[in-house]
């Protein structure tokens, strides 16, 4: 059925295209046209027919995002109007109540996840609007998941459409699989939520113990008391030089790691360096105009004409309200060095730069490192640092999603605007992530926390370390 319809779909004449495509994400959920014809099929094609001419790719995108917007919210009301009706009625036989009631409560209170996730998987599109006005969910909410899933929907399912061709077939299994590991992840998000909910009441110390009361952790223990206790220091989340101090290790010596490679790659022109080419020639056929205005502006966003003065202003603001300088001396520093690297590299490494005629960005100077994604990653990521630090739990979600986004942005805006060969960027994001672990390591160390003596060699080590902490 599938083949049929498509075959429908790429024979129309444009304004007809750009109808299913607006209908089609528009019935999925709204009248469950989803359990029979997936909407990302419509929106495939369309990319298809926009890399073939036949339609603008802008008005594929718009009528895919509003469909899904408007389908979802019309789901969302029906679900809300007559859901409980239906599920109390013939279709109650079938649903334990009390499961509906959790599910309802899930939602209701914490169900924006599931709405965003939701859109990436073909079951869940057509059930969860409707759920979510069945619990009652606020609707300004689920309006802001729904177009943030919407938008991240439908610009994937159209690009791989259009990058894909006449291969849309094999791109459609390549969607949904992708569908299926968003399907995993939000199981996943369940299922360690009611994990950490039970586990929420017991302490780390007794969870340790817990585990200690295994046969092969007490055998450990009695043999090794002293690495036990360092061990269980370095694991616990309580402490600052515990887990959250490893981590930013762990991240540093990565970091670390995969720059110094790339940069042995690139000196001797082998390993990833030596796929360069290839992946600069495949950016540099498959670009579209709304694609090069919204990289053209995204890589500003690197410059130190941007980042700079929004440096200044922001630290700044922190380090007034905290009645400190040092926010602004650690910025300045991570920054300082970060641009100082860049440099000096390029002028080592002395890499020319992809042709001239490829280019649809202003650049100059040497390619290895990237100036703007060093510049980039240095600092969104201190402004990241800082909100991780001294904002709230809204400010760190929503400051850390911002700066990773536009990081990003500003990587991939180098490749594509021809300016850059993609190991130039990784070089750079890895190098300016090494600096802020770094940052992160050596300020968990002055922390001030408490030192655990080791354990007496008789006792249960990681027991008496795990206590001492608690008690401390």
Known sequence: ????????????????????????????????????????????????????????????????????????????????????????????????????????????????????????TAALRVMVPGAAGMARMRYPTFLVFNVAGAAGWVVLSVLLGYLGGSSWRHVGHVASRIGLVALAALVLLVLGGAAWRRARGVSWAALAERLQDLPLARRTQARFPRAAGTIGRRLDPRLPRGLPATLAAAVLVASTWTFLGLTEDVVAGNGLARDDRGIHDWVVAHRV????????????????????????????????????????????????????????????????????????????????????????????????????????????????????????????????????????????????????????LWWLLRSRAPEVSPPDPGERGGARAVAAVRDS
């Open 1 to 120: 059925m599938t083949d049929r319809v498509a075959a429908i779909v790429l024979g129309l004449p444009g304004w007809a295209v750009l109808v299913v495509v607006f209908a089609l994400p528009a019935l999925e959920s709204s009248a469950f046209v989803g359990f029979v014809f997936p909407g990302e099929i419509a929106l495939l094609l369309g990319g298809v027919l926009a890399e073939q001419g036949r339609v603008p790719l802008f008005a594929v995108l718009a009528a895919g995002f509003v469909g899904a917007v408007v389908g979802d919210s019309v789901g969302y009301a029906v679900g809300r109007r007559y859901g409980r009706r239906l599920v109390e009625g013939t279709l109650g036989r079938f649903v334990k109540l009390d499961h509906l009631d959790r599910a309802e409560r899930y939602l209701a209170a914490r169900g924006g996840r599931a709405v965003f996730v939701g859109r990436f």
């Open 289 to 440: 105009h709304s694609l090069d205005v919204l990289f053209g502006l995204a890589t500003h966003l690197g410059s130190n004409a941007v980042v700079v003065p929004l440096l200044v202003a922001v630290v700044g603001l922190v380090s007034w309200r905290l009645r400190s300088w040092r926010p602004v001396v650690v910025t300045g520093i991570v920054y300082g060095v970060a641009v100082a690297l860049h440099a000096g590299i390029a002028a080592g490494v002395h890499r020319a730069r992809p042709p001239a005629a490829d280019w649809i960005a202003p650049a100059s100077g040497w390619a290895y490192t990237s100036g703007h994604t060093t510049q980039a990653w240095a600092a969104w990521g201190m402004l990241a640092l800082l909100a991780l630090v001294h904002a709230g739990r809204r400010g760190r979600i929503a400051t850390g999603l911002v700066s990773v986004t536009v990081a990003v942005l500003v990587t991939v805006s180098r490749v594509y605007l021809g300016v850059h060969w993609p190991t130039d960027v990784l070089a750079g994001a890895t190098m300016s992530i090494a600096l802020l672990a770094g940052c992160s």
